[in-house]
């Protein structure tokens, strides 16, 4: 049974960072793309950003390019989003996706989803 268990959400002042986690287990992690989408509050979900199964390749939506970096442990099965800079237009919800291509990394075709973790930036 696949799981993607996402963590770190919080409440963060604009300009601060956190950092997000997403644990997965029932498949072999280390063969699968990982990504991060996002979706605030009275909008559709959005590509934030994916990494290749080896680590080696990232690929960013433009609204975080240069702020957000994705990076993964393939030993502790886990995939990290690093969020900085962090604007009031950041505010939504994380969800962690994994799918066995990056053509796959989009809304419709990502097979496998997380609940998602709350991130709000408030002062």
């Known amino acids: 049974q696949v799981q993607l268990v996402e963590s770190g959400g919080g409440l963060v002042q604009p300009g601060g960072s956190l950092r997000l986690s997403c644990a997965a287990s029932?498949?072999?992690?280390?063969?699968?793309?990982m990504g991060w989408f996002r979706q605030a509050p009275g909008k559709e979900r959005e590509f934030v950003g994916t990494?290749?199964?080896?680590?080696?390749?990232?690929y960013y939506g433009n609204s975080v390019k240069g702020r957000f970096t994705v990076s993964r442990d393939n030993a502790k099965n886990t995939v990290f989003l690093q969020l900085n800079s962090l604007k009031p237009e950041d505010t939504a919800v994380y969800y962690c996706?994994?799918?066995?291509?990056?053509?796959?990394?989009?809304?419709?075709?990502?097979?496998?989803w997380g609940k998602g973790t709350l991130v709000t930036v408030s002062s």
């Open positions: 996706a994994a799918a066995t291509t990056v053509a796959a990394m989009s809304n419709n075709g990502v097979p496998y």
């Open positions: 029932g498949f072999t992690f280390s063969t699968y793309y």
């Open positions: 990494i290749s199964a080896s680590g080696l390749s990232t």
